[in-house]
Nanobody, 122 residues
Framework: QVQLVESGGGLVQAGGSLRLSCAASARTSNVYAMGWFRQAPGKEREFVAA????????SYADSVKGRFTISRDNAKNTEYLEMNSLKPEDTAVYYC???????????????WGQGTQVTVSS
């Protein structure tokens, strides 16, 4: 089972940008779709973005569409989430996940990272 480690979280002002990374312990190219989810205090974990194993297909939650970009570098076994125009409501712990297929459902993913905190101040 692949192990995932997120990095790149932090504190940023509204309107700012952050880039999250997710490094996989094993080869992910041609094997796994990758996704990003987030969980704010007192709320359920929600879908943010996902990308197919080839990188040719992506999906975004409506709340981040046009502001966030998901990408992957299979040679480095790493996926990224570029977050621009951040809003206070984007504050959450962000998790990367690996699944067999691109999906917006968290129960379709079988490996999860430990999460990285993103805090957006107003």
């Amino acid at each position: 089972q692949v192990q995932l480690v997120e990095s790149g979280g932090g504190l940023v002002q509204a309107g700012g940008s952050l880039r999250l990374s997710c490094a996989a312990s094993a080869r992910t190219s041609n094997v796994y779709a990758m996704g990003w989810f987030r969980q704010a205090p007192g709320k359920e974990r929600e879908f943010v973005a996902a990308i197919s194993w080839s990188g040719s297909s992506t999906s975004y939650a409506d709340s981040v569409k046009g502001r966030f970009t998901i990408s992957r570098d299979n040679a480095k076994n790493t996926e990224y989430l570029e977050m621009n125009s951040l809003k206070p409501e984007d504050t959450a712990v962000y998790y990367c996940a690996a699944g067999r297929y691109l999906s917006i459902r968290k129960d379709e993913y079988f490996s999860w990272g430990q999460g990285t905190q993103v805090t957006v101040s107003s």
